[in-house]
C-alpha cells in the first residue's frame, strides 16, 4: 500500500526545477498552458514598460517642458 508521501514523493519528481523555459517540460499540457501564459503576460508587461520608457526618452529629447497644467 503506498502511502500519501511516497505519492506526493513520485509527484514531485515530475515537477518543475527552474521556471527557465529550457526546464520546463512542455510535452506535459497543464505546464504548457501555464508556463504559455506565464510567459505572454510577462512579455505583455514588459513590452508596455519599454514602450513608456522610449516614449519618455522621446519627449525628453524633443524638449518640450510637458506643461499640461
Do not use: N
Request: hydrophobic fraction near 45%.
Amino acid at each position: 500500500m503506498m502511502g500519501w508521501g511516497e505519492f506526493l514523493c513520485v509527484e514531485l519528481k515530475r515537477s518543475v526545477s527552474s521556471m527557465l523555459p529550457q526546464d520546463i517540460p512542455w510535452y506535459d499540457p497543464s505546464h504548457a498552458v501555464f508556463f504559455g501564459a506565464l510567459y505572454s503576460a510577462l512579455s505583455f508587461i514588459g513590452l508596455g514598460v519599454l514602450a513608456a520608457l522610449l516614449i519618455t526618452m522621446k519627449r525628453l529629447k524633443s524638449g518640450d517642458d510637458g506643461g499640461h497644467h
